[in-house]
C-alpha cells in the first residue's frame, strides 16, 4: 500500500507540474491557447483536477472525526518539519 500512495503523489507532482509549464510556456509563445485548444483543454482539466483533490485532502485534515491514520501521517511530517 506504501507503494500505491507514493505513485499516487508522484502523479500530482507530475500533474501540478505540467499545469505550471503550460502556464510558463503560453505566457512566453506567440501562439495563443486558443490555436492548442485541444492541449489547453487537458490542462484545464488537470488544473480542476488538482483543485478539487487539494480541496478534498483539506476537507479531511479540517474533520475531528476524519481518518486516524491520515492525521497521524500529519503530524508525523510536521514534526519531522519541526512546526
Not at 9 to 28: C, E, K, N, R
Not at 43 to 66: K, S, Y
Request: charged share 20%; net charge positive; no cysteine.
Amino acid at each position: 500500500m506504501e507503494v500505491l500512495g507514493r505513485i499516487r503523489l508522484s502523479l500530482w507532482v507530475v500533474v501540478i507540474g505540467a499545469v505550471v509549464l503550460y502556464v510558463f510556456f503560453a505566457s512566453l509563445a506567440s501562439i495563443s491557447p486558443a490555436e492548442v485548444a485541444g492541449v489547453s483543454s487537458v490542462i484545464t482539466a488537470f488544473a480542476l483536477l488538482f483543485t478539487l483533490h487539494n480541496v478534498r485532502v483539506a476537507g479531511e485534515l479540517a474533520d475531528p472525526g476524519g481518518d486516524p491514520s491520515l492525521r497521524r501521517d500529519r503530524n508525523k511530517t510536521r514534526e519531522r518539519r519541526g512546526f
